[in-house]
């Protein structure tokens, strides 16, 4: 695939994996990206995930036909990207690896060599001559892991991203970008907000024209509509007026509620989202509680405590600092109901939560007095 006319799309499409990171499902696959520039010297950009490593090096043949690289440029050492180091340097031992001094001991730790003798270590500044095409390179610790370095071409104007602005899904499935860009943030990159947003002021300072990340698809037209999202997920700003329900139910009480107060929600206007936490996507529904406004948890009290699910679901959006939201609660409990005060207090670290007083306080099966508790929070709601 030609991305301009000295820049080389050389990755693969991945529809074998099941679970990306061991979590995350990925029902169109995902794409490893790698790139080649080439000028009077060649860059190869970041390699791919080990179970590819042919299908990568042929793509690569394919692209360079007799020349050699000159350079290998590794930006990010997840798996994913750096597994062919070592084959690549068996195949091509003449070149130079370009990356940061903490991406080279990890290659230690990975491959049990940090190719001492070919190597070229770049930090914040670093430039890399090839001829006509110049890259500069940027530092991106914790976007996501500390090793991480992007470059920007100032001829070409591209900004080879790393993870930044990647998503799940393979490039030969058409598939809308921001759901699963935001899955993919929130999932991964989502607790570094801060390096993020410092990287989004570095690259406020270039001039781009072309994003190429090593997940998803080469952004290269309103590109404002991706940094403006970037921006919105990174500061934890909610991106829609709306109300998640995120529940678990173990004999139906507690699902009754949750889908009484989405049907009380809808009927009053509201954009509403209903997550049952035992059966629904995970990551899906924490994307969502990311994407809006307001927040309804609902469990019932377990063991003195609260449903595996839900404990789960808290713990995914304090992990990843859920913040700026208004949350209020559904609690169900036949002898000693705890769930409330239980969920509030998993909460109680994160910044800038409103949590509402008005919740529904059901004991075994709902009654009128919790159907008059509905109306106050679905009107608090909507206020």
């Known amino acids: ?66 020349r050699t690289p000159d350079y290998l440029v590794i930006h990010h050492m997840e798996p994913d990207h750096s597994a062919n180091i070592a084959n690549f340097m068996e195949l091509y031992p003449d070149t130079t690896v370009v990356s ?3 991406a080279f001991a990890m290659m230690k730790q990975f491959f049990g060599t940090d190719f001492a003798d070919h190597q070229m270590v770049i930090k914040e500044g670093s430039t890399l001559e090839l001829g006509e095409h110049t890259l500069h390179f940027v530092a991106a610790p914790m976007v996501h892991w500390p090793e991480v370095m992007v470059s920007y071409d ?13 998503k799940f899904g393979a490039l030969d499935v058409d598939e809308e970008w921001a759901d699963e860009a935001r899955r993919y943030f929130i999932g991964i990159v989502g607790k570094y907000g801060a ?15 072309m994003i190429c990340p090593l997940h998803g698809p080469v952004l290269s037209e309103n590109l404002g509509y991706y940094l403006n999202l970037y921006d919105t997920w990174s500061s934890y700003r909610p991106e829609l007026e709306g109300i998640v329900i995120a529940y678990a139910s173990v004999y139906g009480n507690t699902k009754k509620a949750a889908s009484c107060l989405a049907e009380e929600l809808s009927n009053r206007g509201a954009d509403v989202k209903l997550y049952d936490l035992a059966r629904c996507d995970m990551s899906e529904a924490v994307a969502d509680a990311f994407r809006y406004s307001k927040l309804v948890l609902g469990s019932l009290t377990y063991n ?10 808290i713990h995914k959006l304090t992990e990843r600092n859920y913040q700026n939201r208004t949350v209020a609660f559904i609690e169900n409990g036949t002898w000693a109901p705890t769930a409330t005060r239980i969920m509030k207090k998993m909460l109680e670290d994160s910044k800038n939560l409103t949590l509402l007083d008005a919740g529904i306080h059901i004991k075994s099966a709902m009654n009128e007095t919790n159907m008059e508790e509905l109306d106050a929070l679905a009107d608090e709601l909507t206020k």
């Open 304 to 313: 003195g405590e609260i449903f595996p699910p839900v404990r789960n679901f």
């Open 195 to 209: 390096p993020v947003q410092t990287l989004l002021k570095k690259a406020a300072t270039l001039d781009i024209r």
């Open 100 to 102: 940061s001094a903490k």
């Open 1 to 66: 695939m030609r991305i301009t006319n000295d820049i080389r799309y050389i990755g693969v499409n991945d529809h074998k994996v099941d679970l990306f990171e061991g979590q995350y499902k990925v029902k169109n696959g995902i794409s490893y990206n790698s790139y080649v520039i080439l000028d009077e010297k060649t860059a190869v950009m970041d390699t791919v995930d080990a179970n590819f490593g042919q299908a990568w090096l042929n793509n690569l043949k394919e692209v360079m036909g007799d």
């Open 154 to 166: 100032s001829k070409d104007k591209v900004l080879f991203s790393a993870d930044g602005f990647g």
